[in-house]
């Protein structure tokens, strides 16, 4: 069964930085997009970055030129540097991943979340 775990979240101080990290785990075939959400209290869901298998990268206007999203394909793993936070980035980090399972179709993953949390 795949799963997804993350690790980084915690608490920062507004021009500090964080670096969130993403593994995935399980009879992983092949791996698609993978990305980063994130959600914070009273509002949606929202996309913060993606990458797909081939390196291409979108970044919300709220994080262009703050956060940086790497990947390793043959790990399986997705990392979100993230510099220069403000207290509006504070939320629960979810990682996403599109994985097709060895002998399966392809599906869609979710972490169980990170808290980041930035103070002012």
């Known amino acids: 069964q795949v799963q997804l775990v993350e690790s980084g979240g915690g608490l920062v101080q507004a021009g500090g930085s964080l670096r969130l990290s993403c593994a995935a785990s399980g009879s992983i075939f092949s791996n698609d997009v993978m990305a980063w959400y994130r959600q914070a209290p009273v509002k949606q869901r929202e996309l913060v970055t993606a990458?797909?298998?081939?390196?291409?990268?979108n970044y919300a206007d709220s994080v262009k030129g703050r956060f940086t999203i790497s990947r390793d394909n043959a790990k399986n793993t997705v990392t979100l540097q993230m510099n220069s936070l403000k207290p509006e980035d504070t939320a629960v980090y979810y990682c996403?991943?599109?994985?097709?399972?060895?002998?399966?179709?392809?599906?869609?993953?979710w972490g169980q979340g990170t808290q980041v949390t930035v103070s002012s």
């Open positions: 990458i797909d298998s081939g390196g291409g990268r």
């Open positions: 996403f991943a599109r994985l097709r399972e060895a002998g399966g179709g392809w599906n869609n993953y």
